[in-house]
């Protein structure tokens, strides 16, 4: 995310994120954006419940706060559908004129979408919406923080999806390597418990102290399951001399067994034969 001069560059990951975090009604279905003279680029939303706000550079441009509709932000978005394509959004003190669907590598405009015109009339301000989400100071910050993979956030969905929407409690680890617990009852009376065990990180808010281990697959997979190379196996020297035994017969100790096997075995010639016994005469009456 950057603005400059040709007005605000968003891709589509990022307007995702934001459009995730707005609401309903004039108040909340908006995202607000704001270029001060400091060179920051702030864009944040709100649906009343949860907040969002990302800071960016700003090089240029015309100073001020838009509030969009999110609406259109979500039809920009739905037009970006080739890989490196990224939203401007031109704007100018009075307002938003219309944006254009990018080559973020060449800065090719490939289309236009036109604004329609009718911004997101709200009371609520950039200052409204930031303004609860100072992240405390680390050194001066007396609670208990931890970080954990936002992917987890999917199966905390679906925990409330079968609960049929209870909120679900958190307990705050104790430490930032401690588990998260979690537990929630559903309306039949199912009592849902679970932990969430936190990632190694820098510091807050920084990146992974580890890189995520790959993952090993479920039990039985063919991915786990390890090919005995028995080539590799047959070549190593044979453990008869050290008084072991591997169980493994060499081609040679075959040929050997089979040629003895073979010697000993009776012939025809060397067979005795068995005295046939004479049939029985009958006596006379």
């Not at 589509?12 to 001060?36: D, K, M, Y």
């Not at 944040?44 to 969009?68: D, L, M, N, Q």
Request: aromatic share 4%; with cysteine.
């Amino acid at each position: 995310m950057l603005a400059s001069k040709k007005g605000i560059e968003i891709n589509r990951e990022q307007l995702w994120a934001l459009l995730s975090f707005c609401g309903e009604g004039e108040h909340h279905a908006c995202v607000h954006f704001r270029i001060n003279g400091s060179g920051k680029l702030e864009a944040a939303a709100t649906s009343g419940k949860r907040s969002v706000e990302a800071i960016a550079k700003a090089e240029g441009g015309a100073t001020g706060e838009w509030a969009i509709d999110s609406a259109f932000l979500e039809k920009c978005r739905l037009s970006m559908v080739g890989d490196g394509e990224t939203l401007l959004i031109r704007l100018t003190p009075k307002g938003l004129t219309d944006a254009w669907i990018v080559e973020a590598k060449t800065g090719k405009m490939i289309a236009p979408i036109g604004w329609n015109r009718e911004a997101a009339t709200t009371q609520v301000t950039m200052t409204d919406i930031v303004s609860g989400l100072r992240v405390p100071d680390d050194k001066n910050h007396t609670g208990s923080w931890c970080a954990f993979d936002p992917e987890h956030l999917r199966g905390l969905t679906r925990v409330r999806v079968a609960t049929e929407g209870c909120p679900i409690t958190f307990y705050p680890p104790t430490e930032p390597t401690a588990p998260m617990h979690f537990e929630a009852v559903g309306k039949d009376g199912t009592r849902w418990r679970g932990a969430i065990l936190p990632e190694k990180v820098l510091g807050p808010g920084q990146e992974a102290d580890e890189p995520p281990e790959a993952d090993e697959g479920a039990p039985g997979r063919s991915d786990r399951q390890v090919k005995l190379d028995l080539k590799a196996r047959a070549a190593k020297p044979r453990e008869d001399d050290a008084g072991g035994d591997d169980g493994i017969i060499e081609d040679e100790d075959a040929e050997r067994m089979k040629a003895e096997q073979a010697a000993s075995a009776p012939t025809l010639s060397t067979q005795k034969k068995k005295p046939q016994r004479k049939a029985a005469k009958a006596k006379p009456n």
